[in-house]
């Protein structure tokens, strides 16, 4: 008697861990948002206030970003800088791939990363700070979106992990 009540507990504990586990990738996605989103404002900060070039307001942002932001701030200006012929979409999209794969952001966000660098190179200090702004504003609305989600997703799961964890018992016992 006492097994089958040790194994009711670890199936619960385990239905309920693995829903946690799920809205706990949820919850990351949106802190790494957030930090992209400080990221950028940083960046147009140095641009508009420090009257910045885009590699420089990089290195600038870098020292003031979280470590993994501030490695691809950083790899993104020192290729710029070297000046080899490639552009900065070019360099954008491969430090993007290189950094930001392994992370909770979602692909649909990488690609829109990735379009960013498209937009960003060519242009003057207006038109990046503006297209930077743009970006910002749409990453909040998606910040925004992704934690309503959350709350909803978090809250209907872990009910779905107890009746889950029922249910198992149930067919087992």
């Known amino acids: 008697m006492l097994i089958k009540f040790v194994?009711?507990?670890l199936i619960f504990v385990g239905t309920i861990?693995?829903?946690e586990h799920y809205c706990g990738?949820?919850?990351?996605?949106?802190?790494?948002?957030?930090?992209?989103?400080?990221m950028f404002q940083v960046i147009i900060s140095e641009i508009t206030y420090k009257k910045a070039d885009m590699p420089?307001?990089?290195?600038?942002?870098?020292?003031?970003?979280d470590a993994e932001l501030s490695e691809f701030l950083l790899?993104?200006?020192?290729?710029?800088?070297?000046?080899?012929?490639?552009?900065l979409h070019e360099i954008w999209a491969q430090k993007v791939e290189e950094c930001f794969t392994k992370t909770y952001i979602k692909k649909t966000d990488l690609e829109q990363l990735t379009h960013l660098g498209e937009q960003i190179g060519?242009?003057?200090r207006e038109m990046q700070i503006s297209i930077l702004r743009l970006y910002t504003e749409e990453l909040f609305r998606s910040i925004e979106e992704s934690v309503k989600t959350y709350t909803e997703v978090k809250r209907i799961s872990r009910v779905a992990g107890v009746f889950a964890g029922a249910?198992?018992?149930?067919?087992?016992?």
């Open 7 to 9: 194994g009711v507990i």
């Open 25 to 38: 990738d949820r919850k990351r996605r949106i802190e790494w948002m957030k930090k992209l989103c400080h």
């Open 167 to 173: 249910v198992i018992v149930v067919l087992l016992i």
């Open 75 to 87: 790899s993104v200006c020192e290729e710029w800088k070297k000046k080899n012929g490639t552009t």
């Open 17 to 19: 861990g693995m829903t």
């Open 56 to 65: 420089d307001s990089f290195l600038f942002a870098a020292d003031r970003t």
């Open 122 to 124: 060519y242009q003057d």
